[in-house]
């Protein structure tokens, strides 16, 4: 049986994601930033705290971004960690392993805050729903096309 349910409860729309190009911006600055400010407290020689940070950055801008950003946010703050946080810096290398490993943690981070909003959304979401004064429940002949 179906039960048709009253929205008009104060029901309010899930938070839209910020489009992927500023979520990338927001990576290529963040990252930049981090990895500086790292280079400078403890220089170059700790690529694991390097990781860490920028894996932070990644679940946070995930908690703002689409699915679809994660790859492009991963990618950028790799670049960062491989190309500045890292000897020498300013070049960029390939370490199969290391770098599969790194590319592979970033990726998991920005997919693991994206999922855990969009989790948290929809359970406020359906928060909101359940709240309140309850739902109107309708009975059969109250709406026109009923017989």
């Given at each position: 049986?179906?039960?048709?349910?009253?929205?008009?409860?104060?029901?309010?729309?899930?938070?839209?994601?910020?489009?992927?190009?500023?979520?990338?911006?927001?990576?290529?600055?963040?990252?930049?930033?981090?990895?500086?400010?790292?280079?400078?407290?403890?220089?170059?020689?700790?690529?694991?705290?390097?990781?860490?940070?920028?894996?932070?950055?990644a679940a946070l801008l995930g908690l703002c971004a689409r699915f679809t950003a994660a790859p492009g946010t991963a990618l950028l703050c790799w670049l960062f960690l491989n190309g500045f946080a890292i000897p020498p810096a300013g070049i960029l290398t390939w370490v199969a392993?290391?770098?599969?490993?790194?590319?592979?943690?970033?990726?998991?981070?920005?997919?693991?805050?994206?999922?855990?909003?969009?989790?948290?959304h929809a359970r406020a979401a359906y928060r909101r729903l359940t709240a309140g004064a309850g739902p109107t429940r309708l009975e059969p002949g109250d709406l026109p096309y009923d017989t």
């Open positions: 049986m179906i039960e048709w349910v009253s929205l008009s409860s104060g029901a309010r729309p899930v938070p839209r994601p910020v489009a992927t190009p500023l979520v990338w911006a927001a990576a290529f600055g963040g990252a930049l930033v981090l990895v500086a400010v790292l280079n400078f407290l403890v220089g170059t020689d700790r690529p694991g705290l390097a990781l860490a940070v920028l894996s932070l950055l392993h290391r770098d599969t490993f790194w590319l592979t943690c970033l990726l998991a981070a920005a997919l693991v805050g994206t999922g855990l909003a969009r989790l948290l």
